[in-house]
């Protein structure tokens, strides 16, 4: 069987991390004072016309051989759709595509199934969006797909339930002066360059920026407060520590060595959303009860993430890592969430002396990821405890993983070369079969001391039969109870490199 490539580190677990901790970010940056904002009100005084759902997919359905509405379509004199009142189960109430004309919708209450307004026209004209109350959409209320330069201003966006705007391949859009009010992301923008988002207060919601062009620094964000708070943005900064200090989101991109330290993020969409950040750390933060994640982490690598709360994200996770490398997760509390940390597309990745306790779905989630260490975590009342999914090469050692729901450790669709040792499996999955494995090429026992895991469910004699197809089995199961101690068995810690 191919053996892990593993260095082995002779140096206490304390003094690394503390030697690592002590070179980040030498100047410090606090957030402002709170600034006035421009508020957004609805106008009661509209005298909308009820409506049925509203179709164009060509530029003639918006004149007088279709809906008959007002306009040209020029940008000075664009289409108006204007003081509709659409409530249907209709999965969208207004939905234009494919045209290349200028058009307004305004002033208009918006509540269908999926989409209140869905915009899916690359050559379309000037689009705005202006003065219109959209609720109650189960998946979006804006969905703004190819057209640039669209201009959505002064809307009320309440109870939609997975984003508020979604905005892919628009560039020079702006957002502003908007009420965005419980959405699971108030704004989901991907890959859009030049954005100005301005001017919009945001309640238990918050933004989410994605851009594969790593191009953060054409965008403009400013002056935004989510809970009553100021939405902190940072690009391209290096050698500087962001302190807390009242911050409703921070969100920190192409950057690097930064301190994060001393926040507590709140209701939010995402607490503290880092993209492109490198040899950094990320300390003492408190994230809770964020919708989508505590901590978002994206195309970032060399990190240290250590002492931090991450709880309550009942929806969402408290760690969301996605397409990063050599990343240490450590002394952290995660607990509360759906999922405890997801882990996908990364490799290098280290979870050590973590506590991660009471998850609806998995404590661990490890997704298409190369190379990971999980060493020494407490994960107890969870779905499951820990999820190898795709994954290869990851050792999974001295863990204590107790209570869950279902197995201890699920291990499936091709993943291989994968270690378990030295790990005690308590009362998971009613007391029984606690762990899984559909694929063939995994270890249970380490080699070289020919020492397996602790099964609380073991018969006492022969091997420990582990679930699923590859008919893999623990050889050497641990039967003495006590849990041993990394510290008091003098291992080193084991870093993949």
Sequence with gaps: MKRNKLRLISISILLFLALLLLNFGSTTLNSGASTDILPVEMDMSLNYTDSGPITIDSNDDFGVSGYGFPGTGTPGDPYLIK??????????????????????????????????????????????????????????????????????????????????????????????????????????????????????????????????????????????????????????????????????????????????????????????????????????????????????????????????????????????????SHVVFSNNQIHDNYDGAYNINC?????????????????????????????????????????????????VTYNLIKDCGGEGINIDYGSEYNVIHHNFFINNNGGTDQAFSNDVNNLFYDIETSVGNYWSDYSGTGDYLIGGSAGLTDPNVIVDNTQPSIMDKSVDLIYIV
Aim: glycine share 8%.
């Design 83 to 324: 003081e509709l009142r659409i409530v249907t189960a209709a999965d969208r109430a207004i939905d234009v595509v494919g045209v290349t004309v200028s058009f307004t919708i305004e002033d208009c209450y918006l509540d269908a199934n999926f989409y209140g307004i869905r915009v899916d026209a690359e050559s379309a004209g000037q689009v705005i969006v202006i003065n219109n109350t959209i609720v109650g959409n189960t998946r979006e209320g804006l969905y703004i797909l190819r057209p640039d330069g669209v201009q959505i201003r002064n809307n009320t966006f309440s109870g939609n339930g997975l984003m508020d705007i979604r905005m892919s391949f628009s560039d020079s859009t702006i957002i502003a002066n908007n009420t965005f009010i419980s959405s699971e992301r108030a704004i989901a923008a991907d890959n859009n360059l030049f954005l100005t988002i301005e001017n919009n207060t945001f309640t238990e919601t918050g933004i989410y920026i994605f851009n594969e062009y790593y191009d953060y620094a054409g965008h403009t964000i400013r002056n935004n407060f989510v809970n009553g708070k100021p939405l902190g943005y940072y690009t391209d900064i290096s050698d500087v520590t962001i302190a807390g200090g009242g911050y409703g989101q921070l969100i920190i991109a192409n950057s690097d060595n930064v301190t994060i330290r001393d926040h507590h993020i709140d209701h939010a969409s995402i607490g503290i959303l880092c993209q492109v950040l490198t040899n950094s750390l990320i300390t003492n933060n408190t994230l809770e009860y964020n919708k989508y994640a505590g901590l978002f982490l994206r195309w970032c690598s060399n990190l240290i993430v250590d002492s931090n709360d991450f709880s309550y994200s009942s929806l969402g996770t408290g760690i969301y890592n996605s397409v990063s």
């Design 347 to 395: 490799n290098n990745i280290t979870y050590f002396n973590n506590t991660l306790e009471n998850m609806a779905s998995y404590g661990l989630r490890m997704q298409s990821n190369q190379e990971a260490t999980i060493l020494n975590n407490t994960l107890i009342n969870a779905g499951r405890a820990i999820l190898l999914w795709s994954f290869q090469e990851c050792n």
